[in-house]
């Protein structure tokens, strides 16, 4: 029946998880042909034009739009935006295996997309368990490119950030919800990005500070995907030998033994820096600087040339993230200049220094969706469960009933027996 109403030209909401894996893939891969919504199947919830279909509230209308692969957190979601005075715009439900990567977020880049070319929609909450960790990277990174605020409630995901570029990462749902209400009204923020050398496609980080390492780390491959680390998979079979994205914390002991720690002598550093500009596919360089008591007591007079040198010979853009108060013995304002002045680009916070770098690396090219139908009145066609036909019509919608059964009562067995005869 899914397959039949795709071919007619219809959006479709497939409550039944009676299908198989591959099914799904097929008529997801046939929505996005015809450019259709494929919302299931196994898809508890959704809300198109105000029009709650499956296991929806009633909410007002408003500029929070949702996605996701959970039917009951989309509901927690939307009622606490509706509670909070808020209203939604849509709410695409994608169906509970659309985050695997078997199925790659289908719906879930559809949906994204949908509400990127959707005027209605201002901010947007994507509402998950956690996806396989490739599909998380892909959608966060369609999300990034969408632009607008976007809220990322993946349950059970540990959040790199509290915030990474237009991206917002709760913890919860409530949190969630309370967030996009807060963002409705504001602006996205602006991200600056760098312009790379042309064939440029890979960026590295040489940290001294190890927590600082695992905290950029975490930001790069959420909406990078892999970024190879002697500290984290995948692992650099070489620490000596970066490759693709890749971060080095170099104050492991690999790196320490028989020499200073990078806190202190900067040669390790200032060579690495050198050797990674070299790499005519690498396009950005992200650093820390540590200050305070202990540590080298003007390390950017010895980074400062060298990031100069980088910059001039290999055209290569540098990033400092740097760590420190006013009261140091290294003067932080004296330190930021002098990396400034050799043309890095200087961020008190980590998050913010990740957002900046990884910028450029993702393709902010999105699919045009056609939204006009959803500034249609509802039309839909009810096959099978009576009960969601009497909620359509009670919502107001134009609806008409199919009475359907699946094929042996929905009986595997005498399916099976079924298929066989008709072959």
């Avoid at 009633?58 to 808020?86: D, E, F, K």
């Avoid at 070319?117 to 959608?139: F, G, H, N, Q, Y």
């Avoid at 042309?198 to 930001?219: I, K, V």
């Avoid at 957002?355 to 393709?363: C, E, G, K, M, N």
Wanted: hydrophobic residues 45%; contains cysteine.
């Amino acid at each position: 029946v899914a397959r039949e109403a795709l071919e007619l030209g219809k959006h479709v909401f497939l409550y039944s998880d009676n299908v198989s894996l591959d099914e799904e893939v097929e008529l997801k891969a046939r929505a996005d042909e015809l450019h259709l919504l494929m919302m299931g199947p196994d898809c508890g919830t959704a809300i198109v034009s105000g029009i709650g279909f499956g296991f929806a509230n009633r909410v007002r209308r408003g500029r929070i739009g949702l996605v996701g692969a959970s039917g009951t957190g989309l509901q927690s979601v939307s009622s606490r935006i509706h509670q909070m005075g808020s209203g939604v715009s849509q709410v695409i439900g994608t169906g509970s295996r659309d985050l695997k990567d078997s199925v790659a977020g289908a719906m879930a880049t559809r949906g994204l997309d949908l509400l990127a070319s959707d005027p209605e929609t201002e901010v947007i909450v994507l509402v998950s368990k956690p996806p396989d960790p490739a599909v998380t990277a892909r959608l966060l990174q369609r999300a990034w490119a969408a632009g607008k605020p976007t809220v990322i409630s993946f349950i059970g995901y540990p959040p790199p950030a509290k915030q990474l570029g237009n991206l917002y990462f709760a913890n919860s749902l409530i949190e969630a919800a309370d967030l996009a209400v807060g963002l409705v009204g504001g602006e996205a923020p602006e991200i600056g990005a760098p312009e790379l050398r042309a064939g440029a496609r890979y960026l590295r980080g040489l940290f001294s500070g190890g927590t600082l390492a695992a905290e950029a780390l975490a930001g790069f491959q959420a909406v990078l995907g892999p970024v190879f680390s002697n500290i984290s998979e995948p692992r650099l079979s070489d620490p000596l030998i970066s490759k693709e994205h890749s971060l080095l914390d170099l104050g492991e002991d690999e790196f320490t033994v028989g020499r200073l720690h990078p806190m202190i002598d900067n040669d390790l550093r200032i060579r690495r820096l050198r050797l990674e500009a070299t790499d005519p596919q690498v396009g950005l360089i992200l650093l820390d600087v540590v200050l305070g008591e202990g540590a080298h007591p003007d390390p950017a007079s010895e980074l400062a040339p060298a990031i100069s040198e980088a910059r001039a010979q290999h055209n290569i853009e540098v990033v400092v993230i740097l760590v420190g108060t006013d009261e140091d013995p290294q003067n932080l304002e004296h330190q930021e200049q002098q990396l400034q002045q050799a043309g890095a680009m200087v961020f008190a916070d980590t998050a913010a220094a990740v957002a900046y770098a990884v910028s450029p690396f993702i393709t902010r090219e999105l699919e045009t969706v056609e939204t006009d139908f959803l500034s249609r009145p509802v039309a839909a066609i009810n096959v099978g469960l009576e009960s969601f036909y009497d909620s359509l019509k009670a919502q107001g919608a134009e609806a008409v009933h199919v009475d359907w059964k699946p094929p042996a009562g929905g009986d595997q067995r005498l399916q099976a027996i079924l298929q066989k005869m008709k072959n």
